[in-house]
């Protein structure tokens, strides 16, 4: 069993920065693969970045030379470090486990998720 609590979101004008963090607890956290998703209102769950056992990373076109997703196997917590935000990535963010070490890009896949934080980009 895992569990996952993010912290870290808030309000912030575009261009600014954000560090969002995932905070794991359970058995064998290093062998699972996190992902982080996001949802704005009235669109789709949409994947942003993810980090395999590995320490392979994946990110979202979108995202891609502007957020940057690390993991610290001894603590048990995974971020997500967002620069120049822009408007479009308002949405409340979750972080997603998988107990088998690849990034996939599918929710679906993904067995645990914390409750999310909201990220808001406005002037």
């Known amino acids: 069993q895992m569990q996952l609590v993010e912290s870290g979101g808030g309000s912030v004008q575009p261009g600014g920065s954000l560090r969002l963090s995932c905070a794991a607890s359970?058995?064998?956290?290093?062998?699972?693969?996190v992902g982080w998703f996001r949802q704005a209102p009235g669109k789709e769950r949409e994947f942003v970045a993810g980090?395999?056992?590995?320490?392979?990373?994946y990110h979202a076109v979108p995202v891609n030379g502007r957020f940057t997703i690390s993991r610290d196997n001894a603590k048990n917590m995974v971020y997500l470090q967002m620069n120049n935000l822009k408007s479009e990535d308002t949405a409340t963010y979750y972080c997603?486990?998988?107990?088998?070490?690849?990034?996939?890009?599918?929710?679906?896949?993904?067995?645990?998720w914390g409750q999310g934080t909201q990220v808001t980009v406005s002037s």
């Open positions: 980090i395999s056992s590995g320490l392979s990373t």
């Open positions: 359970g058995r064998l956290f290093s062998i699972y693969a």
């Open positions: 997603a486990a998988k107990p088998t070490g690849d990034v996939v890009t599918s929710g679906r896949m993904y067995d645990y």
